[in-house]
Every structure is written in C-alpha cells, then in structure tokens.
C-alpha cells in the first residue's frame, strides 16, 4: 500500500458550527473516492483544505508523506489539480488563456500544442474551434470541460473535481467518467451524479 493522502483527526468549525469533528480519511495511491455528504457539511471546504486554502482548528493532513503547512505549500499545490464547478476563468480568448496557464513558473516545464488540445477536447464533444473563441462565449458545461482539459495537461498527480459533469448531458458524463476513472491518478470527486456509482473502481466516503 502507497499512501498518498492522510486526514487525520481534523476539526474545523465556522460560526459555532462544526464541519469537521476529529475526522480522519486514508487514500492510497490510485484511489477514485467519491465524498458523499449533504450539502453545507464540508465536501468543498475538504477541497479548500487540501489546498491550503482553509486553515483547520485542529488536526493534520499528509501528502505523500509530507505535512500540510506554510513551508510546502507550493509542493501541495504543485501535485493536486483542481477543478471546481464553477470553473471562474479569465475573460479571454480560450487558447490565449491555456497557453496564460502553461506559463506560469511551475507549469513551464509542460510543453503542449493546440492538435494535443484539440484531440481532448474532442474526445469531450467540444469543437476544435472552442480554442477560438472568447471564454466569455462559453456555457457552464464547456467551461467545466475546459478546466478538466487543463488539469489532464497539467498531468497532477492528485485530482480534486467538484461537480465537473453537473452540466454536461449524460453521453458526455459518460466520457468524462470513463476517462477519469480509467487514469493512473489519485482522485476525490465531489458529484451528485450517480453515474460516479456505476462501477467498482470509485470507494465511497460518507459523513
């Protein structure tokens, strides 16, 4: 067994509410755990956490062995790809903002070109003239299939995707589901798409 994430004992509350309560979670490497829990009991803010965006009460959270704290957040973040429901995106010409992406310092090292992009996108059902257009032009669902495209080509070694097929229609579900769950990657999935469900592959976690 490779452990590659480890919650372990974590509280975490907001306004005298609790969200988390001496809460521990094991995730070997390979895993696919769906988070299952009502909403407002923590799924996204578990997210948040794991990429150091949500300072905890209490507890610890381990990656690869290495703890969660102000001195390696660049190596959590460097290692997890995110991609939120909502994806947010800047207002621009979608090829001009991918390629924004890859130029970041910790990206530099990744080297794509458009036929790579192209070709995902199309397994996705996205036309390869999606690169042209501004991002502002794009449905909720094509931007949530855009953020999925960069975290395939960012090539993380741990995903986190909240919602990502909430709007796409059941054949592109389909894709998308196949796809994730036939990577060599680590990933927590957010969804209320009882799709994730039909399989094997994807271990439950429920609070």
Not at 58 to 73: E, Q, R, T, Y
Not at 165 to 174: A, H, I, M, Q, R
Request: glycine share 6%; hydrophobic share 40%.
């Amino acid at each position: 067994m490779i452990l590659m994430i480890e919650i372990k004992n974590i509280h975490l509350s907001f306004n005298n509410t609790v969200i988390f309560n001496n809460y521990s979670m094991k995730i070997e490497k390979g895993e696919k755990v769906l988070i299952k829990a009502s909403s407002g009991k923590g799924k996204s803010t578990l997210f948040k956490t794991l990429l150091g965006f949500q300072k905890l009460d209490k507890g610890d959270i381990f990656i690869n062995g290495k703890k969660l704290g102000k001195s390696n957040m660049n190596y959590y973040r460097r290692n997890i790809g995110y991609v939120s429901q909502d994806v947010e995106l800047a207002n621009r010409n979608v090829w001009d903002y991918i390629t924004q992406v890859f130029n970041y310092k910790y990206n530099r090292h990744i080297k794509i070109t458009k036929d790579q992009v192209i070709d995902i996108a199309n397994y996705f059902m996205l036309q390869p003239d999606i690169l042209d257009k501004e991002i502002i032009q794009l449905s909720g669902g094509e931007r949530q299939r855009l953020g999925l495209i960069i975290c395939i080509l960012l090539d993380r070694n741990i995903w986190l995707l909240d919602e990502v097929t909430s709007g796409l229609d059941e054949e592109t579900k389909k894709r998308v589901v196949e796809y994730v769950l036939n990577l060599d990657k680590t990933i927590l999935i957010i969804s209320h798409d009882n799709i994730w469900c039909e399989n094997d592959i994807v271990r439950i976690e429920e609070w």
